[in-house]
């Protein structure tokens, strides 16, 4: 069976140091992999993914994402964090049989001013 | 504003009660999925139809079901409502082709409060 987790409730950053919000997957095979964040009282936005090809994604607001096959990772980075970035991050998984989705449970991104 | 809808926003009922969640996916995605948010379970994927066919199924209970309409709306009825599934329930869409890595995009939620 498919999982995702993410080992970080909670991650408190600086505005402007870089940030890594952690993920790692087990599923059979290959994955899709994508990351979403939710804002508060907001449905989930679509920040970037992983179908195949370079291990290194990049997504929307400056976010990046490295697939890593050997450690089943795929952390969320950013250069530089912003306050407006605090939100919660899913990191999500898909086998290529597309018969299930699962997300991770979530990590509660803090960038402090 | 990511062009799907969901109504209602808000839903109070009673337990025993059935309830109808409505979904209006973006103009031209044919694939809708469902999702139910709470604090202890998490984002839960519950099931997707595609063009009107079932797709794939998740962690969707008996007590659950779903269509989705020749105009490409979805419903979700949610019968012998329990305290348990107060929750918040996301609909997304993805667009035309299906295939299982097109990213989603969600509506606002219709938040089920069961009392």
């Known amino acids: 069976a498919q999982s995702v987790a993410q080992p970080e409730d909670q991650v408190n950053v600086a505005e402007g140091n870089p940030l890594t919000v952690k993920c790692t997957y087990s599923?059979?095979?290959?994955?899709?992999l994508f990351w979403y964040v939710q804002y508060p009282n907001r449905g989930l936005q679509f920040l970037l993914k992983?179908?195949?090809?370079?291990?290194l994604v990049k997504g929307s607001y400056g976010f990046e994402a490295e697939f890593n096959k050997s450690q089943t990772s795929f952390h969320l980075k950013k250069p530089s964090a912003l306050v407006s970035d605090s939100a919660l991050y899913f990191c999500?998984?898909?086998?290529?049989?597309?018969?299930?989705?699962?997300f991770g449970p979530g990590t509660r991104l803090s960038v402090l001013p | 504003d990511s062009g799907v809808t969901q109504t209602p926003k808000h839903l109070i009922t009673a337990t025993g009660q059935r309830v109808t969640l409505r979904c209006s996916p973006r103009?031209?995605?044919?694939?809708v999925y469902w999702y139910q948010q709470s604090l202890d379970q998490g984002l839960q994927f519950l099931i997707q139809?595609?063009?009107?066919?079932?797709?794939a199924k998740g962690n969707i209970l008996e007590r659950f079901s779903a269509q989705q309409f020749p105009d490409l709306h979805s419903e979700l009825n949610l019968s012998s409502l329990e305290l348990g599934d107060s929750a918040l329930y996301f609909c997304?869409?993805?667009?035309?082709?299906?295939?299982?890595?097109?990213?989603?995009?969600f509506g606002p939620g219709t938040r089920l409060t069961v009392l």
């Open positions: 992983y179908i195949t090809g370079d291990n």
């Open positions: 999500a998984v898909r086998d290529r049989d597309g018969q299930n989705f699962v």
């Open positions: 997304a869409s993805s667009v035309r082709s299906g295939m299982s890595y097109n990213e989603q995009f």
């Open positions: 599923v059979s095979g290959n994955p899709y």
């Open positions: 103009s031209g995605d044919l694939s």
């Open positions: 139809y595609y063009n009107g066919e079932e797709r």
